[in-house]
């Protein structure tokens, strides 16, 4: 168990809708991380925050939206959801702003009808 | 420059065997290359990382291989069991960036 935990594990919704996917950090971790992973693909980078700040960006839709708490947990917001959306979100978390050792959720999984 | 290029796709080894992972990278930055191993339904959880500054890495029957000239690295599995069946993920990141960059995985199977 990595301490980090996501709802819902799985989520399925149809074209055009809007979902919202929770994280909730390790204990003591600052930083949070979203990555998509497509059947078949790597572990593509989306965004991460640390302590509530936007820190980086990575291949993120701009239907896509998320953002970090004041008690540290995040959400991911995918709106206006297509057919490729499908896919695995994770999220991870990490002590400090620099990443190193990064710790996963077990993911949620994503079904776009 | 941000890429991280993994080989092979799969793999498949018998019990016992040697499966070598093997990645490259452009970005001269980069300071930090972990391995990643991820099991079905699971996240995925750091195996074994290295720094630029040595050449080699052991832990347990996990070894990563660095060259910095060549901006290659590798994991090998030694005495592979088939509960090492799982995705490899290498990756890489540096001190002053904020994004860690994965490889595109490799699926293992060890036949028992």
């Known amino acids: 168990d990595s301490g980090v935990t996501q709802t819902p594990k799985h989520l399925i919704t149809a074209t055009g809708q809007r979902v919202t996917l929770r994280c909730s950090p390790r204990s003591g971790d600052l930083s949070v991380y979203w990555y998509q992973q497509s059947l078949d693909q790597g572990l593509q980078f989306l965004i991460q925050y640390y302590n509530g700040e936007e820190r980086a960006k990575g291949n993120i839709l701009e239907r896509f939206s998320a953002q970090q708490f004041p008690d540290l947990h995040s959400e991911l917001n995918l709106s206006s959801l297509e057919l490729g959306d499908s896919a695995l979100y994770f999220c991870a978390s990490s002590e400090g702003q620099y990443t190193g050792e990064l710790f996963f959720g077990e993911g949620s999984r994503l079904t776009v009808l | 420059q941000q890429q991280v290029k993994q080989s092979p796709?799969?793999?498949?080894?018998?019990?016992?065997?040697?499966?070598?992972?093997?990645?490259?990278?452009?970005?001269?930055?980069?300071?930090?290359?972990?391995?990643?191993?991820?099991?079905?339904?699971?996240?995925?959880?750091?195996?074994?990382?290295?720094?630029?500054?040595?050449?080699?890495?052991?832990?347990?029957?996990?070894?990563?291989?660095?060259?910095?000239?060549?901006?290659?690295?590798?994991?090998?599995?030694?005495?592979?069991?088939?509960?090492?069946?799982?995705?490899?993920?290498?990756?890489?990141?540096?001190?002053?960036?904020?994004?860690?960059?994965?490889?595109?995985?490799?699926?293992?199977?060890?036949?028992?």
């Open chain 2, 9 to 112: 796709q799969s793999l498949i080894v018998q019990k016992g065997g040697i499966p070598i992972i093997n990645c490259a990278y452009e970005n001269t930055a980069f300071d930090y290359f972990p391995w990643y191993q991820q099991f079905p339904g699971k996240g995925p959880a750091l195996l074994i990382a290295i720094r630029p500054d040595v050449s080699e890495k052991k832990e347990g029957r996990f070894t990563i291989s660095f060259n910095k000239s060549a901006k290659q690295f590798s994991l090998h599995i030694m005495d592979s069991q088939p509960g090492d069946s799982a995705t490899y993920f290498c990756a890489a990141s540096n001190g002053g960036g904020f994004k860690t960059i994965f490889g595109a995985g490799t699926r293992l199977f060890v036949k028992a």
